[in-house]
């Protein structure tokens, strides 16, 4: 079956300006997460939908929001970028967080604001 | 708070076995989890634990916690050239749903 797929792979934006980042999940997932991966920080949670909520989100500003699907696409959305916005972004999709239930990660979309 | 440490480097000879150390801090984990990423890729899950477990064995991959310490670690049996990547572990945070709290990860160098 299909992995999961985030679309674009790369991304080039200039500071101030908005950007939208699509996640599709394997069919049948109903849980999507977002990470943000940079060489400093690590791996940082964004956020988490389940059928089209919100369930938990990490500790980044407001700038960061995202939404779900009926179909349980995701997407973030980033405002007013900044050079540290720089990063790759990761999206993670499960059935469910029920015992060792795996998370299947994308490829990532990079994300270089300049 | 939460906090996953571990060493960020580590080499090794091919056909030598490589352990990569962990350190949490959330002992109601119910699940401990190792990930790889190999470069321009995303996390692929290589094994987890449950938390009432000492050990876990999968083929040449093998997890021992100590949840007195709240030491996890993953040794690599007969480590290949292509076990080169970084090892991510990782918990839950104490929340419910699905969201991941990984350390730095460390980064497996492998030289034949």
């Known amino acids: 079956k299909a992995g999961v797929t985030q679309t674009p792979r790369y991304l080039i934006k200039t500071r101030g300006q908005q950007v939208t980042l699509s996640c599709s999940p394997i069919s049948g997932h109903r849980s999507v997460s977002w990470y943000q991966q940079t060489p400093g920080q690590g791996l940082q949670f964004l956020f988490e939908y389940f059928s089209e909520t919100q369930r938990n989100k990490g500790n980044f500003p407001g700038r960061f929001s995202g939404r779900q699907f009926s179909n349980s696409r995701s997407e973030m959305n980033v405002s007013t970028l900044e050079l540290g916005d720089s990063a790759l972004y990761l999206c993670?999709?499960?059935?469910?967080?029920?015992?060792?239930?795996?998370?299947?990660f994308g490829q990532g979309t990079r994300l270089t604001v300049v | 708070g939460e906090d996953v440490e571990q060493s960020l480097f580590l080499s090794v000879r091919e056909g030598d076995s490589s352990v990569i150390n962990c350190t949490y801090t959330?002992?109601?984990?119910?699940?401990l989890y190792w990930y790889k990423q190999e470069p321009g890729a995303g996390l692929q899950l290589l094994t987890y634990?449950?938390?009432?477990?000492d050990m876990k064995q999968d083929q040449r991959l093998t997890v021992l916690l100590n949840k007195k310490d709240k030491h996890l670690s993953l040794r690599i049996a007969d480590t290949q050239t292509g076990d080169s990547a970084i090892y991510f572990c990782a918990e839950p945070p104490n929340q419910a749903g699905t969201a991941l709290i990984f350390g730095k990860g460390t980064t497996l160098s492998v030289s034949s």
């Open positions: 993670a999709s499960s059935w469910d967080r029920g015992p060792g239930d795996e998370a299947f």
């Open positions: 634990i449950f938390s009432n477990m």
């Open positions: 959330d002992s109601s984990s119910t699940y």
